[in-house]
């Protein structure tokens, strides 16, 4: 259907060599973008993360840059600009680290880097972004979020301090940039069991998972669809919003 084609427009997905990201890019780019692929540690899985994309039909881009350094950004912008074209879908999803303490045993750093990842990343790509958006009239920006912040999870301060700003910066953004035809939209996944979960223990996972009204645990191609949803013209009068897709468990 023409009104979830993305043909034509092009998309960048941060932090999207693995998790949540590959699955996000990999289902943009069937929905017909091409796709930048941002990685800042790991170039041999950004080269089997472009091989996925290029399955699916469409041009890739792999560009190596810290989204929390403004010079980088700019340039990352740039060289996405020369290879594939100006930015139409932007998702914001590179992460940091996410240790659950308690406020006794936080130190600033650690509040600080949160911010940077969730704060003045997606700040700094909106901002080099948003100029062509704005001068086509036409635009997505994706911000990935957490059910944490809706479920005030403990000892987790500092994430979902920093998450519960970029809730607020969607919100405030999306009143601003609605004139321009550019909607800004978050998506707060649940736990979703991806790489970086491998370790996490598991009378955690089954405790989680008892709570779920679903009674199963999300997949990457979840949180995926929603992103192809909300990038998609099918989408074009719905900003502002914050969709948590976690099979129901903070429905309560």
Same mark, same amino acid.
């Given at each position: 259907m023409a009104d979830f084609s993305l043909t034509g427009r092009v998309a960048l997905v941060t932090g999207s060599t693995k998790g949540l990201g590959l699955s996000m890019a990999v289902s943009l780019a069937r929905a017909g973008a091409r796709v930048a692929i941002n990685y800042f540690n790991d170039s041999d899985a950004a080269s089997r993360a472009a091989a996925l994309v290029e399955k699916e039909g469409q041009k890739v881009h792999v560009v190596r840059a810290d989204v929390t350094e403004p010079d980088q950004v700019g340039d990352m912008i740039s060289r996405i600009e020369n290879a594939l074209?100006? @930015? $139409?879908?932007? @998702?914001?999803?590179?992460?940091? $680290?996410?240790?659950?303490? !308690?406020? +006794? +045993?936080? $130190?600033?750093? +650690?509040?600080? !880097?949160?911010? $940077?990842?969730?704060?003045?990343?997606?700040?700094?790509? !909106?901002?080099?972004?948003?100029?062509?958006?704005?001068?086509?009239?036409?635009?997505?920006?994706?911000?990935?979020?957490?059910?944490?912040? @809706?479920?005030? !999870?403990?000892?987790?301060?500092?994430?979902?301090?920093?998450?519960?700003?970029?809730?607020g910066f969607t919100r405030s953004l999306a009143s601003e940039l609605a004139p321009f035809g550019i909607t800004v939209n978050i998506i707060s996944p649940g736990w979703i069991p991806v790489e970086r979960h491998e370790k996490d223990p598991q009378e955690m996972k089954d405790e989680y998972l008892s709570g779920i009204p679903m009674q199963r645990w999300g997949v990457p191609l979840d949180i995926a669809g929603a992103v192809v949803f909300l990038a998609g013209d099918a989408a074009s009068f719905l900003t502002g919003q914050n969709l948590t897709i976690n099979g129901g468990i903070s429905v309560a």
């Open positions: 074209g100006p @930015v $139409d879908i932007l @998702v914001p999803n590179a992460t940091c $680290d996410q240790p659950q303490k !308690t406020i +006794e +045993e936080y $130190d600033w750093a +650690e509040y600080q !880097t949160m911010i $940077d990842f969730f704060i003045k990343s997606p700040f700094l790509l !909106t901002q080099a972004c948003v100029s062509h958006m704005k001068k086509q009239r036409w635009g997505r920006i994706i911000n990935i979020g957490t059910e944490c912040f @809706v479920r005030g !999870t403990p000892q987790f301060t500092a994430y979902v301090a920093a998450k519960g700003g970029q809730a």
